[in-house]
């Protein structure tokens, strides 16, 4: 393999093109025709251009064609295999050899490079502080002084340029190893490599200011979960870490989801949403006052008293849901219209539309809570199934969980899959930029609200399942659920999020309230916890976005 060493790619082995270009030859008609093939079916389906009668014809010849290539392609097969196999074995042979050659070479030249910085250092500083010693005013020296830093400053620079050349070269040496191994497999990727691909672009990119950045704000809270963990013991609290305090923070955390889900959008328009916790009282008032057992007590604008026992279960839970959703969609529309239309920032338009909302609540209800719902659908939605029991202890898993692992779906398919996620990500980037390149910033506006409208009102009807429901319910849901959010990485300059984040931040914010209450923290106290926390989330934030204006 001596002769390996001196190839400047592996692209460059004769012996290695010979298998390239063979299998390249044989699959040209066959199976890569039948791919090629049912492209070019699918392209002529969706060809507005093309009459009904000639997409049939195009469409039955290219069929004729696919059982053509198909056969050609069965015919290939077993030296399509062979090939295959004998030029998998022999790429890696080689790649092992050049890429441990190329690994040593480029870390001969990272050496050279410090080792030339270090005597560059000591160079610039001893000239720089020569200049400041003969320095004669004060102008001077701080000249001299300032073109000592620059010229530090530049030295770092230039071997940080070439140390990453080195770095990249080896990264690309093993690329060009995968890239050639999926073209042996007709790009089929396979898990080892990819693995091993990812952590060498994470190693080779890693840089622990960067990683610090990035996720000490986590490995605080980290920290912080682990002390929580062994002083509960020593305190005489009990064993936090076991299956029934996890359930737990995991059903507080389940209608909480939906909130973050919902302000989520608005915060990546670099926005925010204050009527959180009113539509959250609202929905869960409606909820509460249809599924109440019997003649509720609650008067709503003098007008009752109210009693849906007469309809069946199934339309008052239809009801209860649509009404939820209903009345959170327009009142989110509604400050919406201002957002979208008038530019007025979110923080204006839902801060009026909590104290609407929370004006009507109160002056309509007088405050009085609507009482509990039927026992029967409350188990049936928001009970527990019983797993079993485990070291004498039972085992419940609470059912409000299956639902916000559902709208996690939803919200990242509509974040990551659809074309409104993608305008989403461009309107709270720039929106002039999207406007420009049309994208109607109004309807995407608009569009955020009202999603939020729905998930809120979702949150909202399962609240009414946890709790006895009241115009002060959900009081103080609009700080848990915008700091869940950027604790989880959504950032208030827009643009930047993803929705694994913000549901990450919820069940930590849910877990912190819970750790704290199981050690027997004082509730006051819990609220400086969570002052800090967001603190120190912005300033991470902020930090980031200056990082990157920086370079």
Excluded at 34 to 52: G, S, W, Y
Excluded at 179 to 194: A, G, H, M, P
Excluded at 412 to 431: C, D, L, P
Excluded at 519 to 539: E, P, R, S, Y
């Amino acid at each position: 393999m001596a002769e390996n060493k001196k190839l400047e790619s592996l692209y460059d082995d004769e012996k290695l093109q010979g298998y390239l270009n063979n299998l390249r030859e044989i699959r040209e008609l066959g199976v890569n025709k039948v791919i090629d093939l049912h492209q070019a079916i699918t392209a002529t389906k969706r060809n507005p251009m093309i009459e009904t009668s000639e997409k049939e014809r195009l469409i039955a010849d290219y069929k004729e064609q696919i059982k053509t290539a198909q056969e050609i392609a069965r015919k290939n097969a077993t030296e399509d295999k062979r090939l295959t196999k004998e030029g998998l074995a022999y790429a890696n042979q080689i790649s092992k050899d050049y890429i441990a050659n190329v690994d040593k070479i480029e870390n001969e030249k990272i050496a050279n490079f410090k080792a030339e910085y270090a005597k560059k250092v000591e160079e610039i500083k001893a000239t720089g502080q020569e200049r400041i010693n003969k320095a004669t005013t004060p102008a001077d020296k701080q000249t001299a002084q300032y073109e000592l830093k620059s010229a530090l400053f530049d030295a770092k620079n230039q071997t940080q340029t070439l140390i990453e050349r080195c770095k990249d070269a080896k990264k690309q040496a093993f690329t060009d190893h995968v890239q050639i191994n999926r073209t042996l497999r007709n790009e089929k990727s396979n898990f080892v490599e990819d693995f091993q691909l990812g952590c060498k672009n994470y190693v080779n990119n890693f840089k622990f200011s960067k990683f610090l950045l990035d996720n000490g704000l986590y490995l605080a809270i980290l920290v912080f979960f682990i002390v929580c963990i062994i002083i509960a013991p020593l305190i005489n609290a009990g064993n936090l870490l076991t299956l029934p305090n996890i359930f737990t923070i995991l059903e507080q955390s389940s209608t909480r989801m939906f909130y973050a889900l919902g302000v989520a959008g608005l915060i990546l328009l670099a926005g925010t949403d204050l009527s959180v916790g009113r539509m959250v009282a609202m929905g869960s008032v409606i909820t509460g006052l249809i599924l109440h057992p019997g003649t509720n007590i609650v008067k709503f604008f003098n007008m009752g008293p109210w009693n849906f026992t007469a309809m069946p279960m199934g339309a008052r839970l239809a009801l209860a849901l649509f009404l939820s959703v209903f009345f959170c969609t327009f009142f989110c529309a509604f400050a919406g219209v201002f957002t979208a239309k008038l530019k007025m920032h979110p923080f204006i338009s839902t801060l009026a539309s909590q104290l609407i909302i929370y004006g009507l609540l109160f002056f309509g209800t007088t405050g009085t809570p609507v009482g509990s719902i039927d026992s029967g659908v409350k188990d049936m939605i928001g009970g527990r199934w019983v797993l079993g029991v485990i070291n004498g202890e039972l085992i419940t898993f609470p059912k409000l969980i299956i639902p916000a692992i559902i709208a996690i779906i939803v919200a990242w398919f509509i974040w990551n899959k659809t074309i409104f996620g993608k305008n989403m990500y461009a309107v709270g980037g720039n929106a002039e930029a999207a406007s420009v390149s049309g994208i109607s910033v109004f309807w995407v506006t608009m569009g955020v609200f009202i999603m939020a409208g729905i998930f809120y009102g979702c949150g909202a009807f399962l609240e009414a399942f946890r709790a006895n429901a009241s115009a002060g319910t959900g009081q103080g849901y609009e700080m848990d659920a915008i700091a869940a959010c950027v604790v989880g990485g959504i950032s208030f300059n827009g643009g930047i999020g993803k929705i694994g984040g913000a549901a990450i931040g919820v069940i930590i914010f849910t877990s912190l309230t819970y750790c704290l209450t199981f050690l027997h923290i004082d509730t006051n106290l819990q609220f400086v916890f969570k002052g800090l926390i967001i603190i120190a989330a912005v300033a991470l934030d902020r930090r980031k976005i200056l990082e990157t204006k920086v370079r």
